[in-house]
Structures are given as C-alpha cells and as structure tokens.
C-alpha cells in the first residue's frame, strides 16, 4: 500500500549573515526521509532547536524546501504554487502549540471556525453554520459558545476550537506541533484522549511533534528522533521508548524517569553539550556521544535499516 504521506531526502538551509556581512548557512533540515500510513500516528522527537517545527512547516508548504520531495500520495507538492496549494491544504491541516496566539481575538467562535470554509467557498451560509455546529459538539464544546471571543475560554478550551478548526476542511493528515504543551497536565490527558477519538471515527492522520517523550508514546504508532536536523533513529514506539539503540535517543530516554533507566552521574558527564556546532564532516552527535570513535569524528553515519521497521544512524550501533 503506498503511504499517504512521503519525505525524500527533504532539505530547508536557511542564510544568515553575521554583524560581519559574511553569509552562514544554517540546515535546519538536513535531508530527512520519512514515510506515514494512512490512519497512522507517527511520532517526531527531539530537543528544541532540532528542526521539528521547521518540518511540520514544510509539510504544510509555510516553507519551502531547499532540496527534495514532498509527496502527498503520488502529488509532488515540494513546488507547487499558492493557487496550485489551495487543493492541497484542505487535506492537509496543522494545529500550533498556543491556542491563544493561533486564534484572532476580534473573532468569535463561529468566525473563527468557519473562516477556512468561507475561504474555500464551497460552502453555503447555512451549511457552514451547521457545519460549525456540529464540529464544537465533536470536540465537546456546544452550540452556546458561539458567539464568544477566544479571551473568554480555558486554554484546553481554545485548543478544542483549534481542532474543530482544523477540521472544517475535512483533512486527512492533521498536523499537531506540541498541541498540548502550553497545557495542565490534567487537560492535556483530556485533549490527548479528545484526539485519539477523533482519529478513531474520522480515519484521521497524525504526525505529532513534541518533546515530551511520555506524550508521544502514549498516541503513537512509530517515532522518528531528530537531532541537529537529521533522523537519527526511527522505528515502532514500544521500540524506541524500551530498546533504544542511538545514544541520542538513549540519553533522550533516560531522561524520563517513568520510562527510562536513571544513568550514573559518569555516563552524564560524558553525555554533556560541549558544543552545538557541527561541521560538514563526521557525525553531528560526536562531541556528546559516549560511544564516539575517531571514525565517527570523520564520517556522518547514513540511516540504515537494521531491523523490520527499525532505522539507526549510528556506526556503533549493530543489528
């Protein structure tokens, strides 16, 4: 079955100029490969600054790519136009970590989930409302709450209007950057179980970026690591989260007392950011690795496949 969903090679280098004048190319992604099943969850982690958010806008087309391809079933939709995109981002949909500063202040509730639709313009006054309607009775909001402005809502509150949002397009890939972190705990649980329903009845497609490791493992299917702009490791979440082979992803692991294992304090001094900086040469963790070679310092280890579904980016790292 080919996958809803495809990444090949996909690249985003950003220019930089310092106070010298002199350019600085950053490779916020760096070539990243990834496919997603359809009415799959799949998972993208790492520590901030690692190029999550950079790739969920380029799923989305905020961005365009420097290089490689985007492939929504067999549409290449790496280049496609503002006019050619409009098609394309009905079925593609993306909810922000903030649900206050994603939502316009001077709309109501109405406006604000029926503006997608409006702009589509398939759509009459009537249906739109009814529309409306029923998508806040989804995310468990009532018809009450229509005529309300964004100031006047909990922050679980305006995450559930964001989903409802969302899906006013009827999308079949919605993507979630960090959806529930600016959240209580508590309520996150009740938008995270909120979402798992509306994948369950609406056949919906996540690709779900966070931090949080625990949140992760509870809504999805497979996890890819990010580091530094690359996947260094990929594969199913019961995998990565009990068996994981990247010290990356290890440290990474570790770091969540329910799941992982603590480490002695040796291992974490050795596991300390000595530098962000990487160059062209070598693999980009080397200075934090603990299983570091002179070999890694030189070579940047490809993604292979060691196992069914299981991927490493790690020359240390044996099936």
């Not at 916020?28 to 958010?53: F, H, N, P, R």
């Not at 009450?144 to 679980?156: I, M, N």
């Not at 179980?193 to 369950?200: A, C, T």
């Not at 497609?205 to 493992?217: A, D, E, M, P, R």
Request: aromatic share 6%; hydrophobic share 40%.
């Amino acid at each position: 079955m080919q996958p809803l969903l495809t990444l090949d090679a996909v690249e985003k280098h950003f220019i930089h100029k310092s106070l010298l004048g002199k350019p600085k190319v950053v490779r916020a992604v760096d070539g990243v490969s990834l496919q997603v099943e359809k009415g799959a969850t799949l998972g993208i982690v790492g520590e901030s600054g690692c190029g999550k958010s950079t790739l969920a806008n380029l799923i989305i087309r905020l961005e365009e790519p420097s290089g490689g391809r985007i492939l929504l079933e067999e549409t290449d939709i790496s280049h496609l136009t503002e006019k050619q995109l409009r098609a394309v981002r009905s079925r593609v949909q993306i909810i922000f970590q903030d649900p206050y500063s994603s939502l316009n202040p001077r709309f109501t509730v109405e406006q604000i989930v029926s503006e997608p639709m409006r702009v589509a313009g398939k759509w009459s006054r009537t249906e739109i409302r009814r529309k409306v309607i029923f998508l806040l009775e989804k995310v468990g909001l009532s018809e009450d709450y229509l005529k309300r402005y964004p100031h006047e809502f909990s922050g679980g509150q305006r995450q559930r209007i964001s989903i409802a949002r969302a899906l006013t397009t009827d999308p079949e890939i919605l993507i979630l950057d960090e959806p529930t972190s600016a959240l209580d705990v508590s309520v996150q649980a009740q938008v995270l179980n909120l979402l798992l329903k509306l994948q369950k009845e609406l056949g919906l497609t996540y690709i779900f970026i966070s931090h949080n490791l625990s949140v992760v493992k509870y809504i999805s299917n497979r996890v890819a690591v990010m580091y530094l702009g690359k996947i260094v490791e990929a594969g199913s979440a019961e995998d990565i989260m009990f068996d994981p082979r990247h010290p990356y992803t290890q440290e990474l692991v570790a770091a969540v007392p329910v799941i992982g294992k603590p480490l002695d304090s040796e291992e974490l001094a050795c596991r300390e950011a000595k530098s962000a900086i990487v160059g062209r040469q070598g693999c980009r963790y080397y200075l934090r690795c603990r299983l570091a070679t002179t070999a890694c310092r030189e070579t940047e280890p490809e993604l292979k496949e060691y196992e069914a579904g299981r991927c490493v980016a790690c020359m240390e790292v044996r099936a």
